[in-house]
């Protein structure tokens, strides 16, 4: 699979932003505006998926993360 460095850095920051805590303002925000927050960045996700043209993992975006194989230029 052949994935940008663009392309997988939006998908790192999808998955931080997916995580419970942010999606949720750290338990902030209302049971259904947590739901409506998160199901709007899986629909982004999704269509990042049909762009690069496969199914990717939340986890192996963190994977890509913790071995070095997103560029720097997400720091």
């Known amino acids: 699979m052949n994935i940008s460095n ?3 850095i939006e998908f790192l920051n ?3 932003y997916m995580s419970p805590e942010n999606v949720s303002c750290d338990g902030e925000l209302s049971r259904t ?3 409506r ?5 899986q629909t982004q996700w ?3 998926e049909k762009k690069v ?3 990717v993992e939340e986890d192996e975006v963190w994977d ?3 071995e070095g194989d997103i560029n720097e230029m997400y720091s």
């Open 14 to 16: 999808l998955a931080n």
């Open 64 to 66: 890509w993360y913790k």
């Open 37 to 41: 927050r998160y199901s709007k960045l």
């Open 6 to 8: 663009s392309d997988k």
């Open 46 to 48: 999704r269509k990042l």
């Open 33 to 35: 505006e947590t739901n």
């Open 53 to 55: 043209g496969c199914r």
